[in-house]
C-alpha cells in the first residue's frame, strides 16, 4: 500500500528520554548558612558587643530544625530533591557550635588566666626594673617608661599587657617607648623609700579583660589583682595615699601615660 504524502507516517524518536534534574533544596541551602552563621557569630564573641553574637546564635536551633526537616523532604522527593550534603553540613555546623558554646565559659577562663598571669608577669618585670633605676640615680623612681627602656628592661613585650596589647614593635624598631604606645600607667615622682603600698604603676585599661579586673603594682614589688566591682574606688583610695605620702615629703606625683 503506498504511503500518502499528505499524511507521512511519524518516525518515533529514537533519542532516549532525560530525566529531570532534581531541584536543590531551599531548606537545605538556609540551614546550611544559619549552621555556619551561628559557628561565625560564636568565634566573634571576642570581637562583636557582647550582644550581636548572642543574637546570632539564636539562629542555632533553627539549622537544626531546618536541617532535619529538609532530609526529610528530601527523602520524601523520590530523587526530586537534592541538597542532602547541605542539610547533613548544616546541622554539623548547628552540631559543632552548641559543643563549642558550652565549653566557651571554661575555654574563656583558662584564655583570660592565661593573660592574667602575663600582665602579672610584666608588671613584676617593670618593679624590677624601676627598683634596679631608683639605685642608679640616687632612689627616685623613673617619672616614664622610656627611662627603663632599653637599659633596665630590654623586652619590649613587658609593655604590652596582652588584654589590650600596645605596639611593642615600634618600641623595637624606634628603641624608645611612648607612653601612648603602653599599656600601662606609670606613676612618676616617688621614691624607693616611700611607703610599700605606694602604687607605682597600674593597667591602663581593662575593657578587653573578661573579668575587668585590673592589676596594681606597689612601690614594694607586690601586684595586687582588683576585681571589677572595687577597681575603680580601690585604685583612687591607694593613688590618694600614694599622692599623700609624696605631699609629707614635700613632693607630689603625676600619671604618665593616663
Same mark, same amino acid.
Given at each position: 500500500?503506498?504511503?500518502?504524502?499528505?499524511?507521512?507516517?511519524?518516525?518515533?524518536?529514537?533519542?532516549? $528520554?532525560?530525566?529531570?534534574?532534581?531541584?536543590?533544596?531551599?531548606?537545605?541551602?538556609?540551614?546550611?548558612?544559619?549552621?555556619?552563621?551561628?559557628?561565625?557569630?560564636?568565634?566573634?564573641?571576642?570581637?562583636?558587643?557582647?550582644?550581636?553574637?548572642?543574637?546570632?546564635?539564636?539562629?542555632?536551633?533553627? $539549622?537544626?530544625?531546618?536541617?532535619?526537616?529538609?532530609?526529610?523532604?528530601?527523602?520524601?522527593? !523520590? !530523587?526530586?530533591?537534592?541538597?542532602?550534603?547541605?542539610?547533613?553540613?548544616?546541622?554539623?555546623?548547628?552540631?559543632?557550635?552548641?559543643?563549642?558554646?558550652?565549653?566557651?565559659?571554661?575555654?574563656? !577562663?583558662?584564655?583570660?588566666?592565661?593573660?592574667?598571669?602575663?600582665?602579672?608577669?610584666?608588671?613584676?618585670?617593670?618593679?624590677?626594673?624601676?627598683?634596679?633605676?631608683?639605685?642608679?640615680?640616687?632612689?627616685?623612681?623613673?617619672?616614664?617608661?622610656?627611662?627603663?627602656?632599653?637599659?633596665?628592661? $630590654?623586652?619590649?613585650?613587658?609593655?604590652?599587657?596582652?588584654?589590650?596589647?600596645?605596639?611593642?614593635?615600634?618600641?623595637?624598631?624606634?628603641?624608645?617607648?611612648?607612653?601612648?604606645?603602653?599599656?600601662?600607667?606609670?606613676?612618676?615622682?616617688?621614691?624607693?623609700?616611700?611607703?610599700?603600698?605606694?602604687?607605682?604603676?597600674?593597667?591602663?585599661?581593662?575593657?578587653?579583660?573578661?573579668?575587668?579586673?585590673?592589676?596594681?603594682?606597689?612601690?614594694?614589688?607586690?601586684?595586687?589583682?582588683?576585681?571589677?566591682?572595687?577597681?575603680?574606688?580601690?585604685? !583612687? $583610695?591607694?593613688?590618694?595615699?600614694?599622692?599623700?605620702?609624696?605631699?609629707?615629703?614635700?613632693?607630689?606625683?603625676?600619671?604618665?601615660?593616663?
Amino acid at each position: 500500500m503506498a504511503e500518502d504524502p499528505r499524511n507521512p507516517a511519524r518516525v518515533p524518536d529514537a533519542s532516549p $528520554s532525560v530525566p529531570p534534574q532534581p531541584r536543590r533544596s531551599r531548606l537545605a541551602v538556609i540551614a546550611l548558612i544559619l549552621g555556619i552563621n551561628s559557628l561565625l557569630c560564636l568565634m566573634s564573641m571576642n570581637v562583636l558587643p557582647d550582644f550581636l553574637p548572642f543574637v546570632g546564635l539564636l539562629t542555632l536551633p533553627l $539549622s537544626f530544625i531546618l536541617g532535619v526537616a529538609a532530609m526529610i523532604v528530601i527523602y520524601a522527593s !523520590k !530523587k526530586r530533591l537534592s541538597g542532602i550534603w547541605m542539610a547533613l553540613g548544616g546541622l554539623a555546623f548547628a552540631l559543632v557550635t552548641t559543643f563549642l558554646f558550652v565549653l566557651y565559659p571554661t575555654i574563656r !577562663k583558662v584564655h583570660d588566666h592565661a593573660r592574667a598571669n602575663v600582665c602579672r608577669g610584666n608588671l613584676r618585670q617593670i618593679g624590677a626594673a624601676c627598683r634596679a633605676y631608683a639605685s642608679d640615680n640616687q632612689d627616685w623612681m623613673p617619672d616614664d617608661f622610656s627611662a627603663l627602656f632599653p637599659k633596665y628592661l $630590654s623586652e619590649a613585650q613587658a609593655f604590652s599587657c596582652p588584654a589590650h596589647p600596645s605596639k611593642w614593635s615600634l618600641i623595637e624598631r624606634t628603641g624608645r617607648v611612648d607612653p601612648t604606645n603602653t599599656s600601662y600607667v606609670l606613676v612618676g615622682g616617688l621614691k624607693s623609700s616611700d611607703p610599700g603600698v605606694c602604687v607605682l604603676a597600674f593597667d591602663r585599661d581593662t575593657h578587653d579583660r573578661g573579668d575587668r579586673s585590673t592589676f596594681v603594682l606597689c612601690l614594694n614589688g607586690d601586684v595586687r589583682r582588683e576585681h571589677r566591682h572595687s577597681a575603680d574606688s580601690t585604685l !583612687k $583610695s591607694l593613688l590618694d595615699a600614694t599622692h599623700e605620702a609624696a605631699r609629707q615629703r614635700g613632693g607630689g606625683i603625676r600619671l604618665v601615660g593616663e
